[in-house]
């Protein structure tokens, strides 16, 4: 899933999604990963931050005309559990448009992803 951002459209997203991390491994450790990671050459020289995530469920949100991203970061990890519950409930009340996971890379950091039909339906739309 590709796309780029609505407040400041030269940022821009991509979303591969994997059977497993480890399918994605097998994936780079093979010989032709060079020729697939050759497709994002136009991005070169611009910041990249790559995260693997499990969602909580399936990403039915990339299916929306409107992908809202959030990358949290837990400035109290002792509050862990908290969070979960809460971005739990979030999703239940959304029936699974709002899925999110912690990152493979920072055990600190989730992302949650939410699909909607407009920029002002969405549950965050109200903090903006």
């Not at 990358?71 to 979030?90: D, G, M, Y």
């Not at 699974?96 to 699909?115: A, P, R």
Request: hydrophobic share 40%.
């Amino acid at each position: 899933y590709v796309g780029s951002q609505i407040e400041n459209p030269k940022n821009g997203y991509l979303f591969f999604t994997w059977e497993s991390y480890e399918a994605h491994q097998r994936v780079m450790n093979h010989a032709s990963y060079p020729d697939i990671t050759a497709i994002l050459k136009p991005c070169q020289g611009r910041k990249i931050q790559t995260y693997h995530v499990q969602f909580s469920a399936p990403t039915i949100a990339f299916e929306k005309p409107v992908t809202e991203v959030l990358v949290l970061t837990l400035k109290a990890p002792e509050n862990r559990a908290t969070v979960v519950n809460i971005l739990s409930k979030l999703s239940e009340a959304t029936q699974k448009m709002l899925v999110f996971g912690q990152t493979v890379e920072d055990k600190n950091k989730y992302i949650v992803v939410g699909g909607w039909p407009t920029v002002e339906v969405s549950v965050c739309a109200k903090f903006r």
